[in-house]
């Protein structure tokens, strides 16, 4: 291959990966290896480590733990986020609990994923952050807002332009593929989108959300 055609390659993700336990990190390393946009560029375990490393490496993603010993996940994002705001910080935890995962969004995450994702799921959510579109657990919808609220407006959810388009095609019975058919969208990128709108929306199942438009949201531009 001639050097003109290795320039025009797109460059891959940089990611590092920070967690206390070495299993976890081998794992993460063993899927970024299968992604060829993607490059595994350090290894952090604990948050010290994650603030020096993210300075010297100069990621544009990091899989962040946040219960580790010493500074923990939640401090080492609000540093990282506030040295770098360019990096994209993506915490990647066992736990659903409330006041860590607002703790984490707060400091500075841009996703916040359960260590149980898939690795396709996984590798979509990091190039979603890239682009500036946050990924979220559909788990953790409920433990932050529970049930819809009826007394809320359609600027009350931040959704995109794209989540309404989505939002409208889940609220017409399409499932995930039929949505990724209809928008032009891979399937991965079509699950993401209703997992976010379910987030944002604060439900937890797509008949809630269906619930919400028929009330809340009317149709059209």
Known sequence: MSSSSKSKRPRSTRVIIVDDHDMVREGLAIFLKAFQDMQLVGEASSGEEAVRLAAGVSPDIVLM???MPGLGGVEAIRQIHEKHPQIKIIALSSFEQEQLIKSAMRAGATSYLLKNIAAERLAEAIRSSLSGLPTFAPEIAPS???EPSPS?????YRLTPREREVL????DGLSNKEISKN?????NTAKNY???ILFKLGVSNRTQAARVVSHEIPAGP
Do not use: Q, R
Not at 183 to 187: K, N, Q, T, V
């Open 194 to 196: 209703v997992a976010n």
């Open 144 to 146: 932050l807002f529970g």
């Open 152 to 156: 809320l407006h359609e600027n009350d």
């Open 183 to 187: 928008l032009s969208i891979s399937l």
């Open 168 to 171: 409208m095609l889940l609220a």
């Open 65 to 67: 733990d946040l219960v």
